[in-house]
């Protein structure tokens, strides 16, 4: 994360330390899993005093909501800026969508929301803090398989609803990630059997 160079010295710092934490945090998480994952394990990594590290998050909790809202940003925002027009099918809008969310090469960043999305201790917090960027993303899919219908590309007996939880389910990284690590097939290799799966799938068929 590049700090801003208006900043403070001081402010710089603690921003610096911040990314420093979160990007420890999720090295231990995928290491050990969530609920193995300890403060102090956190600051002895970092070479900061625990009481330092509470300074930037209170509690475990906090931390990884803070990651995960990052991430949520992150993705949000590389999908409000795609270049779309008006010529592109609602497909290719979808398909750069899927790009974004497969973005991480190294699979780490799927890999570490896969285990936050699955645990019982923490996804339902996950879910109830950052469910206003979730529903972003979730509605600019929503607004793509609406207009796909309209223009005839996709099925329009297949309700919205259905469409919009099997874009999520089929085409997540998180959903294959058993392919990646124990099957030997690369991302892309997956990635695109996975759309012509989806997408075949809920095409509009001849009358």
């Known amino acids: 994360?590049?700090?801003p160079e208006h900043r403070s010295l001081k402010e710089k710092q603690r921003l610096e330390r911040e990314e420093l934490i979160l990007q420890v945090a999720q090295d231990v998480v995928l290491e050990k899993g969530y609920r193995d994952t300890s403060m102090d394990e956190i600051a002895a990594r970092v070479g900061i005093a625990k009481g330092t590290l509470y300074l930037h998050f209170a509690?475990?909790?906090d931390l990884m909501l803070a990651f995960f809202e990052r991430?949520?940003?992150n993705i949000?925002?590389?999908i409000e800026q795609l270049p779309v027009t008006e010529e592109m099918s609602a497909r290719a809008k979808l398909e750069s969508i899927v790009n974004i969310m497969h973005k991480d090469a190294s699979g780490k960043r799927a890999n570490l929301l896969f285990i936050l999305f699955n645990s019982e201790d923490f996804k339902i917090t996950l879910q109830q803090k950052s469910l206003d960027t979730l529903r972003r993303i979730?509605?600019?899919v929503?607004?793509?398989l609406e207009e796909g219908k309209t223009r005839g590309e996709?099925?329009?007996n297949i309700p919205t609803d259905i469409l919009l939880s099997s874009f999520f389910s089929v085409l997540s990284p998180r959903a294959h990630r058993r392919l990646f690590l124990e099957e030997g097939y690369t991302r892309q290799e997956v990635l695109s059997c996975v759309q012509k799966i989806f997408f075949r799938g809920i095409a509009k068929q001849p009358s």
Request: glycine content about 0%; aromatic content about 10%.
């Open 1 to 3: 994360m590049k700090v």
């Open 59 to 61: 509690r475990k909790e």
């Open 71 to 73: 991430e949520m940003q």
């Open 76 to 78: 949000l925002q590389a």
């Open 138 to 140: 979730s509605d600019k």
């Open 142 to 144: 929503r607004a793509y």
């Open 154 to 156: 996709f099925d329009p």
